[in-house]
Antibody, heavy 118, light 107 residues
Framework: QVQLQESGPGLVKPSETLSLTCAVS?????????WGWIRQPPGKGLEWIGS???????YYNPSLKSRVTISVDTSKNQFSLKLSSVTAADTAVYYC???????????WGQGTLVTVSS | DIQMTQSPSSLSASVGDRVTITCRAS??????LNWYQQKPGKAPKLLIY???SLQSGVPSRFSGSGSGTDFTLTISSLQPEDFATYYC?????????FGPGTKVDIK
């Protein structure tokens, strides 16, 4: 059974960089599929941030592209998100997920709340 | 970018009701449309992929239809555990946009 678990600081100061990691179990990232990050501000809808393949190929949301870096570590079976120059608008629950063959998100982590505040 | 809209934004229904939610894309996305259910404090759960394919383990009272720009999610007989927010998502092109959601609550 595929399981994903996000980890990282729950509080980030404005202008700093948000860093999160998603550990995958039950499936080897090297075996295929894209893996992605999605966020959800409190009380609002879902926003795709970006996705990565095990080879390192990435796709980013154009609205965030200048601030986002997603990387993968196949030796640890995990992938990571960095979002720079954060503001209060980046406060959200951040989810990691697997993208199935049709780019539907079939497995999700439980989500982690990141608050941007001084 | 392809924009997604949903209607209604919320609805009230009773257990046993038939519920239909509509999703519209700003351009044709063929059948690249997925539906998710999200309960408070939980991650979204994939219900339907490729417009009409039922994800493994999802009850058969959920069904999806449509192609091109107009899609529907139908719950044939609403159950207590179905009160949640439902999102559509297009997977035709990047960015894979989500709709704004439809909240289904108890009448």
């Amino acid at each position: 059974q595929v399981q994903l678990q996000e980890s990282g600081p729950g509080l980030v100061k404005p202008s700093e960089t948000l860093s999160l990691t998603c550990a995958v179990s039950g499936y080897s990232i090297s075996s295929g599929y894209y893996w992605g990050w999605i966020r959800q501000p409190p009380g609002k809808g879902l926003e795709w941030i970006g996705s990565i393949y095990h080879s390192g190929s990435t796709y980013y949301n154009p609205s965030l592209k200048s601030r986002v870096t997603i990387s993968v570590d196949t030796s640890k079976n995990q992938f990571s998100l960095k979002l720079s120059s954060v503001t209060a608008a980046d406060t959200a629950v951040y989810y990691c997920a697997r993208l199935s063959s049709g780019w539907e998100f079939d497995y999700w982590g439980q989500g982690t709340l990141v608050t941007v505040s001084s | 970018d392809i924009q997604m809209t949903q209607s209604p934004s919320s609805l009230s229904a009773s257990v046993g009701d038939r519920v239909t939610i509509t999703c519209r894309a700003s351009q044709s996305i063929s059948s690249y449309l997925n539906w998710y259910q999200q309960k408070p404090g939980k991650a979204p759960k994939l219900l339907i992929y490729a417009a009409s394919s039922l994800q493994s383990g999802v009850p058969s009272r959920f069904s999806g239809s449509g192609s091109g720009t107009d899609f529907t999610l139908t719950i044939s007989s609403l159950q207590p555990e179905d009160f949640a927010t439902y999102y559509c998502q297009q997977s035709y092109s990047t960015p894979p946009e989500f709709g704004p959601g439809t909240k289904v609550d108890i009448k």
